[in-house]
């Protein structure tokens, strides 16, 4: 049977009116699941035959909650079982009195970070499109169960949950259109973010077909030498390389791209590294987020001091960088990026 939260408006449509039916009942049941956020079937005016159709033939199953952990800044993590009995993570964070909430793409990961958790498992399979947006309408379920309230709004969605989203490039791309969707959720593309490690293979199609979204960059060292040993697909698909097809991707007239650089002591932490950084992104729109590095178990890479990243970030600072530090959520139960791990 297949499932709802696998198509597009358009397919839906498709679908009904090849069934004899009318179009109108595609943008009822988009308004109804993902605006309205209603996961009971449609009560609203929708023609027999359309119910018929839709609740007959097609499965409205989301990802089982296997595991819930709470942190005390409301950050939650969930751990999803997914119908082949794979888990995934998902991870709801708070952000300006609402939520974003952090997708994973993949069960487990093929680039294998060395900073990673996930990295460590190796890949097992991609998620479909209906695993993904699932995580998101279990999410909003969660919420409106146990957070209810006008707060509890999910404002945007970041694909940077495990796996490496452009190397399940078909599915991101449709769980975006699904998401951007004017009959549905209607989210705005600038609300959605795609992180990537810098796999070119999707990089070389983003500019065509990704429907405007943002686009976030793990960068980690200016140097190739470290980077190849904390995303090992740079020794595949240089820094350079990447960059070039970056550069060419175009942007909206406020958008960015996000350079995620991850400080780890005494690896890529230096003044050095901060002003080769800066050299290589002073001239491009773009916004730097560094990470000082959480530590996972098992690693032997440490955080750095906090002084360490005050006078990295003002390195960047001072070539007028936009820059900033991002403050780890959900340290106390292992949310915060590169610590999802489905084995724990
Ligand atoms: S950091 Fe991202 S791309 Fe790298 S191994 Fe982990 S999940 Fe995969």
Redesign the pocket.
């Known amino acids: 049977m297949s499932s709802f939260y696998e198509l597009s408006y358009n397919e839906l449509k498709d679908i009904i009116t090849a069934n004899g039916l009318s179009a109108r009942g595609a943008n009822v049941l988009y308004n109804w699941h993902y605006k309205k956020k209603n996961f009971e079937p449609c009560v609203e005016d929708l023609s027999k035959g359309t119910k018929e159709l839709v609740y007959g033939a097609m499965s409205f199953g989301l990802p089982r909650i296997s595991h819930i952990q709470k942190a005390s800044d409301l950050t939650v993590k969930f751990l999803f079982e997914l119908e082949d009995g794979s888990k995934v993570e998902t991870v709801l964070i708070p952000f300006n009195r609402k939520y974003s909430v952090c997708l994973s793409t ?1 069960v487990g ?5 060395s ?6 498992q190796g890949l097992k399979r991609n998620l479909k499109v209906h695993e993904i947006i699932g995580q998101l309408m279990m999410v909003h379920k969660w919420l409106g169960e146990n957070r209810p309230g006008p707060d509890a709004r999910i404002l945007n969605v970041v694909f ?5 989203p452009l ?1 399940n490039f078909d599915a991101v791309k449709k769980a975006c259109d699904i998401l951007i969707a004017q009959e549905g959720a209607s989210m705005a593309a600038q609300r959605i973010t795609v ?3 810098g ?1 070119l293979p999707g990089l070389m199609r983003w500019k065509d077909e990704m429907p405007g979204v943002n686009l976030a960059l ?1 960068l980690h060292s200016p140097f190739d030498e470290i980077r190849n040993e904390l ?1 090992p ?1 740079n020794q595949r698909y240089p820094l350079k390389e990447v960059l070039k097809f970056i550069d060419d991707i175009p942007l909206h007239r406020k958008q960015f791209v996000t350079y995620e650089y991850l400080l780890i002591k005494n690896l890529n932490d230096s003044e050095e590294d901060a002003k080769a950084l800066a050299e290589l992104l002073k001239d491009k729109r773009a916004i730097i987020n560094l990470i000082p590095f959480n530590p996972v178990p098992g690693s032997h890479y440490q955080r750095p001091e906090l002084s360490t990243v005050r006078a990295f970030e003002e390195v960047l600072v001072s070539y007028k960088i936009p820059t900033m530090v991002r403050v780890t959520k959900g340290d106390d139960i292992l949310a915060a ?2 610590q ?1 791990n489905t084995n724990s």
Do not use: P, R, V
């Open positions: 993949q990961c093929a680039m294998k970070c900073f990673c958790f996930t990295g460590m940077m949950g495990q796996g490496e190397h992180s990537t490690s796999y793990s995303i697909i990026c590169g999802l």
